[in-house]
């Protein structure tokens, strides 16, 4: 995996679209459905910079680093764990990790917010796709 290029302009300036989108969302005086998607996609893309940062964490050297170490020892490099699969969801595969992670987000804002587990698919999707694109132009 090659290192990523400087993140941190990019991340200040998508926490600060996320705020002003989830400020709106709050303000809109539209139909349920716009306010839905609104939210749909904030969420995904707050998902996505998660990912992202937790993928940073998790490198050598880094606050997190201890983390990935035990995954690959406990996980990927032991034959006789039967839970050998969980490798990848619990952080091996940046794109499998973000699923769970999108999950959990949108669990939490279906409680706090209110949100409708009808857009869950589209969010999830809504994350890879933004996930995708971070990776593509922020990784070198």
């Known amino acids: 995996m090659t290192q990523p290029k400087d993140t941190t302009t990019p991340m200040l300036i998508a926490i600060v679209s996320f705020a002003v989108g989830f400020m709106i969302s709050n ?8 306010e839905m998607i609104l ?14 940062f937790l993928e940073f964490c998790y490198r050598p050297g880094n606050i997190f680093g201890f983390y990935m170490d035990f995954i690959e020892k406990k996980f990927r490099d032991n034959l006789k764990n039967p839970f050998g699969f969980l490798w990848k969801p619990l952080g091996g595969c940046i794109q499998c990790h973000n ?7 949108f669990a939490f804002a279906n409680q706090m917010f209110g949100v409708s587990f009808w857009i869950l698919i589209p969010t999830i999707v809504i994350s890879h796709m933004s996930l995708s694109i971070f990776i593509k132009l922020l990784w070198e």
Not at 27 to 34: E, H, N, V
Request: aromatic share 24%; glycine share 14%; net charge positive.
């Open 27 to 34: 303000l809109t005086q539209g139909g349920l459905i716009y």
């Open 39 to 52: 939210k749909g996609f904030m969420i995904g893309l707050f998902s996505s910079l998660i990912s992202y």
């Open 99 to 105: 699923t769970w992670i999108t999950f959990f987000v």
